[in-house]
């Protein structure tokens, strides 16, 4: 009797595309077996070894009878592309008939292997702020996208270039930036406020699976991808979600334990909620977010340039402002033609005092300003303003080392980057 030792494939998992996978079945020689693979998509459908695709109905062309010459028997199958992923059983049947056996000799007669296709996931860049979001024209477009197979190694980049934020509201008092006059550098952003990498997030959105009131613990209908360190930043329907923090900066209750046969979740502070209700929580963070979505994303070059009015990124942008009626030995300033004004900004100009040109208070409606000093300045007079601006453009790379098992949002928090101009 001769033996079919074992079945070797090059691959036990591979990506969504179409692509060639080799085998190998070992045994002694002579002896003979039977292979068919089965796509478990189907309870029908084999693969035919004559037009090298998987058919509905079974005939002979989906049974390969071969007979192992040496050691062993190599081959190769056609795997077509599927976005959804799938699997595929290859059963290796020993042919009795041809005196072959398998080894070790168990009342089995097959040897089976399945092949494991990842699904397609998608991967998409994009920006959130907890400010007011009607100062933030351009905030959660999806303008940067990619795909690869779910648990894929890869080095596969988003890059996002001239991604555009503005303020379009009226008076457009825009962002704070800081500026150097003096070396003639207008408006930047401060090194400390660029994008680092825990200004980055996934969210999970759930719901609640009973009522809380000032409680750390809350259990959902699920807590699929949630981890411990993620972040509570919205209850539908609660006045008391434990959020604190100014400008836009805030700090949330986080997930400190996670009963996954229960579903609760402890929080690090007591919130209230309601039954049926829907939760958000953010996973701040690439260790998070691996945790969360199983995808490892590196984050780099990630910045934000000010732009003037007419779209330039240099280091000349500026805001703009103009007299709306002269002004004589007043520190009360009446503008109209606004893009771009903050409390602690400075005015320049040839009819400019630059001695008393800091912006020390706005009205609520834009104008008029009160500067440091007194200024006489005729009607229609336009000057600029350094420290604030109305558009700003985000640069970066986002690496994806390893897809991720789910369709996968990647958010910019930009609420350190963008801090709205304050008018006191």
């Known amino acids: 009797m001769n033996r079919i030792i074992n079945f070797k494939l090059d691959n036990a998992e591979i990506n969504s595309s179409a ?9 002694e020689e002579n002896a003979v077996f039977n292979l068919h693979i089965k796509d478990n998509s189907s309870p029908n459908k084999f693969y035919n070894f004559i037009t090298k695709e998987f058919t509905n109905t079974f005939s002979s062309q989906n049974s390969l009878l071969a007979t192992i010459n040496g050691k062993f028997y190599s081959g190769q199958v056609k795997i077509p592309a599927s976005a959804n992923g799938n699997r595929y059983r290859f059963i ?25 296709q990842g699904a397609n996931v998608n991967v998409r860049f994009s920006t959130s702020t907890d400010q007011s979001a009607s100062k933030f024209n351009g905030i959660g477009e999806f303008t940067n996208s990619t795909s690869g197979s779910v648990n894929e190694t890869a080095n596969t980049s988003i890059n996002v270039l001239n991604y555009t934020i503005n303020d379009t509201t009226t008076p457009a008092l825009g962002y704070k930036f800081s500026f150097n006059y003096k070396a003639k550098i207008y408006n930047f952003l401060d090194s400390s406020l660029a994008p680092v990498d825990s200004d980055f997030f996934t969210k999970v959105t759930t719901q609640t699976n009973g009522s809380g009131t000032n409680s750390n613990s809350m259990t959902l209908d699920s807590v699929s991808n949630l981890a411990v360190d993620m972040s509570l930043v919205d209850i539908a329907d609660s006045s008391d979600e434990e959020q604190s923090g100014t400008l836009g900066v805030l700090t949330y209750p986080t997930i400190t334990a996670i009963d996954v046969d229960s579903k609760t979740i402890t929080l690090s502070a007591a919130v209230s909620f309601g039954d049926d209700k829907q939760v958000v929580f953010r996973a701040y963070g690439s ?44 520190n009360s300033i009446p503008v109209d033609n606004i ?17 008393g040109n800091t912006i020390t208070a706005i009205h609520s409606s834009g104008s008029p300003i009160t ?22 453009e985000i640069d970066g790379t986002i690496t994806i080392k390893t897809f991720p098992t789910l369709d996968t949002d990647i958010f910019l928090d930009v609420d350190r980057a963008f801090v709205l101009s304050t008018i006191t």
Not at 19 to 27: A, D, E, M, P
Not at 290 to 305: I, L, R
């Open 371 to 392: 500067l440091s000093g007194n200024q006489t300045l005729d009607d229609n007079t336009g000057f600029i303003i350094f420290g604030a601006s109305i558009t700003a």
């Open 339 to 355: 893009s771009g004004l903050t409390v602690g900004g400075r005015v320049y100009g040839a009819k400019i005092d630059e001695s």
């Open 92 to 116: 290796i049947i020993a042919n009795a008939h041809f005196n072959t056996i398998l080894k070790p000799n168990k009342p089995e007669i097959a040897i089976i292997k399945d092949l494991v």
């Open 287 to 330: 260790d998070l977010i691996t945790q969360s979505t199983g995808g490892v994303f590196e984050f780099s070059n990630f910045n934000v340039f000010p732009t003037s009015p007419g779209g330039l990124r240099s280091k000349t942008n500026y805001g703009k402002a103009t007299t709306s009626s002269s002004v004589s030995n007043s």
């Open 19 to 27: 692509q060639t996978i080799k085998y190998r079945i070992f045994g």
